[in-house]
């Protein structure tokens, strides 16, 4: 068994060596939490993206999809809020010259004591066995008591600080905690400050007329400006949704942990526009839908858990997060916000223009609330590449790394491989290719001993190898390979196509 750090190690090396994730521009050294996507990151990437717009847009009658662009009148930011309140609170280390963010700082300190508290719960099922109470155990046992109250008291003051802007007491709570900075173990800090993560850009030729710009920090305000456009053009009666995936911006202060947080990234969101006063009723909905979603794909219940905020956003009546269990431990992978009217009335207010629904039920005009689900493509992909690569011991004393994608997410569904270079095998195996390639991402491969090309489809993450050999030409069968199981089964040529479709399809995927 290896532990976390080695395994997230082996993680951003695997996505190197197998055409999954470069650094960008690597050849000018990179630039720091900018990405590439390689050959098959591409596809995971689309079959994730795919996999999400088919769930939320084609499975629902009432939700749409849009492409706004990136680019936005500059007051769509001053309207969101963006402009004055985009913040991070931002602490350096005088020491080692590194920049943290104060709020993170302070959470890594509260999850390493609600990580105390589990070992405790862990020490005692072992102790105790079948006869083991759980629940009864976290409200008695002293030490657990006190690890969890007082995580529970450090995150309340902090966002409790947060809320009123009080960065000196963020600050207080740091010495306090004598929280270190994580690389060197230094406490000499400066004072906590705010920093707004917009990137700005220019739009005009020359320097004396140019406007300024914002890359967009999040696709949300790309569906709102267009809320009525969408709603009228497309006779949409409330409750409805718009969906949209796209590139996102952020100027990052803490860039560090791979994909998982990256200044240029791209999200996956809806806005689902509802009666004043049902918000909360769409909020638990679209909780349980979100997480269902995620279950579908097969990683393990035990890796999700919601964290409710303590401190909400400017724009939001009730939020919670997705967290998953990253290489890094648990980490936000999606945000549910029920959003309120905050972004509708904004823009109402900035653009003049009145951005309400007549509703013919109640006879009433209003604006609308919001109910928002927001994933991060890339910490899907991040969540999704790092539970699947394993390294397996098998029986005859060896090992094999394997990435066990969810097989409707894999880049390649099946490579298609003659056994030997000649007597016609690959012939007959770039046929097979001709008929599934429509349907099916596949590839073909007839270098090496078939073991080990069978081992580099492991790694990459094939669900399917099929084998093709002198047999095949005498009764039409193949051999199928399953990639977790490594079973090996004779299968005639015209039943591939089932056996592929049925393993990814949606539709055995969603229900
Ligand atoms: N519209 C709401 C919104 O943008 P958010 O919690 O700031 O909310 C939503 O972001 C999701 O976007 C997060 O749960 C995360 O998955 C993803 N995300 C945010 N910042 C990111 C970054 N710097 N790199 C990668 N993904 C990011």
Aim: with cysteine.
């Amino acid at each position: 068994m290896i532990n976390k750090d080695e395994h997230f190690k082996r993680v951003v090396s695997h996505a190197k060596e197998y055409g999954y994730i470069f650094g960008s521009s690597e050849i000018y050294d990179g630039l720091s939490a900018v990405y590439d996507y390689a050959q098959n990151g591409v596809e995971l990437k689309n079959n994730i993206r795919t996999y999400w717009w088919k769930s939320m847009v084609q499975m629902h009658q009432n939700i749409v999809g849009l492409d706004a662009a990136i680019l936005m009148h500059p007051t769509t930011w001053k309207a969101s809020g963006h402009v004055d309140a985009f913040n991070d609170p931002l602490i350096d280390n005088k020491d080692s010259q590194k920049r943290y963010r104060a709020d993170v700082l302070i959470e890594d300190f509260a999850e390493k004591l609600h990580q105390k508290a589990q070992k405790e719960i862990e020490k005692a099922r072992t102790r105790f066995g079948e006869s083991f109470d759980e629940a009864q155990f976290v409200v008695t046992n002293e030490r657990v008591i006190k690890y969890q109250t007082q995580q529970k008291e450090i995150l309340e003051r902090m966002a409790r600080s947060l809320e009123k802007e009080d960065l000196a007491d963020v600050k207080a709570l740091i010495e306090e905690l004598e929280i270190a900075d994580p690389d060197t173990g230094s406490k000499n800090w400066t004072d906590v400050r705010q920093f707004n993560l917009m990137f700005g850009t220019k739009l005009g030729a020359s320097a004396e007329n140019a406007t300024d710009l914002y890359l967009r920090p999040e696709t949300a305000q790309g569906i709102f400006v267009n809320f009525l456009n969408v709603q009228k053009s497309g006779r949409m009666k409330i409750p409805f949704g718009i969906a949209q995936t796209g590139k996102a911006f952020r100027n990052e202060i803490v860039a560090r942990q791979f994909i998982f947080r990256m200044r240029e990234f791209e999200q996956m969101e809806m806005q689902f526009f509802v009666r004043p006063g049902e918000e909360l009723k769409w909020y638990e909905h679209w909780k349980e839908k979100r997480l269902n979603w995620h279950l579908s794909l097969g990683l393990g219940k035990e890796n999700y858990r919601f964290h409710d905020h303590e401190k909400l956003a400017h724009y939001a009546n009730a939020a919670t997060d997705i967290e998953f269990d990253f290489p890094f431990g648990f980490k936000e992978l999606e945000g549910i916000h029920s959003r309120t009217d905050f972004d509708l009335k904004a823009h109402e207010k900035f653009s003049g223009k009145k951005l309400q629904f007549f509703d013919p039920e109640i006879n009433e005009n209003y604006v609308p609330y919001v109910v928002e689900t927001s994933l991060g493509l890339d910490r899907m992909f991040l969540a999704v590449f790092s539970k699947a690569l394993k390294e397996e011991a098998l029986e005859d004393g060896s090992t094999r790394i394997v990435l066990q994608l969810p097989s409707i997410l894999a880049p390649t569904k099946a490579a298609i491989l003659p056994l030997v270079k000649k007597d016609g095998l690959p012939e007959i195996a770039q046929r097979i290719i001709d008929t599934l390639k429509w349907d099916f991402n596949v590839t073909y491969d007839e270098k090496d001993a078939i073991g080990r090309r069978y081992r580099r489809q492991d790694a990459v993450g094939t669900p399917f190898c099929i084998t093709v050999d002198h047999d095949t030409k005498v009764d039409h069968t193949v051999t199928i390979r399953y990639r977790d199981s490594m079973k090996q089964e004779r299968v005639p040529i015209d039943k591939l196509y089932d056996i592929i479709h049925q393993e990814v399809t949606i539709k055995n995927w969603l229900t």
